[in-house]
């Protein structure tokens, strides 16, 4: 175990010496996975806010997805003001999202399109916060929105819940994440992830979250054996309403260099509370869409957007 832990760092550091120290595309190649896409899963819708118009498009099947790569289940509230990812994002309409390029930012898909409407919220804008959320960094209405199209149809579940923002501004001052593919290894590991987002309503202690960066952190649950372990990612990282669209990353700091480098792995959904648990903050257990090969391409690879 302790060698597949250290070739798993020498890894991700081999990576990040590869040109994570810019706001640009990168994968984060952790070995082979079994994932595949069906060619109804790779359908996009496309929104234009400025005139409202939408198109679908269909993506490749990804090439080659061998190039990318037990506990307690519930968590108390153990979040804390988050003072350094800046690029983790406020949506307007109550979510969170983060940067993985210069103009392209990630978040759930209900955050940006009403199912019960079967319509995009064309109000939907992106505020990104300095360190302690006492000023506004950026602030814009988005350009494009695009979600799969299989969220539409209220019968699908959590799974399709991704959204791709486009801004014309450029972010590459506001730093990003990069997207890593986990193996199903990783994903039975138990290692420890991190949840950042602008949760709303009020903490345990009192504090006002609203326009607020929080940040938790936790383990993976291993879901190895359920229909859900290619889809999604279910943590003990503690999160409520106005996290969702927010990373659920890995963090890694190398001793030579010192510099944090963080790697989304998913993307916060959902929650559900602890049932042996009746007090007013309950423990939980956080979910979110697992990125696999078609969500790498949706994102890095994607010709439809802007």
Do not use: W
């Not at 406020?90 to 990630?106: K, L, N, P, Q």
């Not at 999604?232 to 969702?244: C, I, K, L, P």
């Amino acid at each position: 175990m302790l060698k597949k832990k250290y070739a798993f760092i020498s890894l991700l550091v081999a990576v990040i010496l590869m040109g994570l120290f810019v706001c640009r595309p990168e994968y984060l190649l952790l070995g082979e996975t079994n994932i595949t896409a069906s060619a109804d899963s790779r359908e996009y819708i496309k929104y234009i806010r400025a005139t409202g118009a939408t198109s679908t498009y269909t993506l490749s099947d990804p090439e080659a997805t061998s190039i990318l790569l037990n506990m307690d289940m519930y968590a108390p509230d153990n979040r804390v003001l988050d003072t350094k990812n800046k690029a983790v994002v406020r949506i307007s309409t109550g979510g969170s999202g983060f940067i993985i390029s210069d103009h392209i930012i990630v978040t759930a898909a209900h955050c940006v399109y009403n199912r019960d409407t079967q319509s995009f919220i064309k109000s939907t804008g992106v505020t990104a916060y300095n360190e302690y959320c006492t000023g506004m960094l950026f602030n814009s209405l988005v350009t494009e929105i695009h979600i799969p199209k299989k969220y539409t149809d209220i019968s699908t579940g959590l799974q399709y819940d991704y959204a791709l923002i486009y801004v014309s501004k450029d972010l590459s001052d506001l730093g990003c994440f990069t997207l890593g593919l986990p193996t199903d290894e990783f994903m039975s590991s138990g290692a420890e992830v991190k949840i950042s987002g602008y949760p709303q309503g009020t903490a345990a202690n009192g504090t006002n979250k609203n326009n607020l960066r929080y940040i938790s952190d936790g383990y993976i649950y291993d879901l190895k054996g359920s229909e859900l372990f290619e889809r999604q990612v279910q943590t003990t990282a503690y999160a409520s309403g106005g996290d969702s669209g927010g990373p659920i990353f890995v963090e890694t700091t190398p001793k030579f260099s010192g510099q944090t480098y963080k790697t989304a792995i998913g993307i916060l959904t959902s929650i559900g509370n602890d049932p042996d648990d009746s007090g007013e903050f309950p423990r939980q257990t956080s979910f979110g869409t697992r990125i696999t090969p078609e969500l790498l391409k949706f994102y890095y690879d994607n010709d439809n957007v802007g």
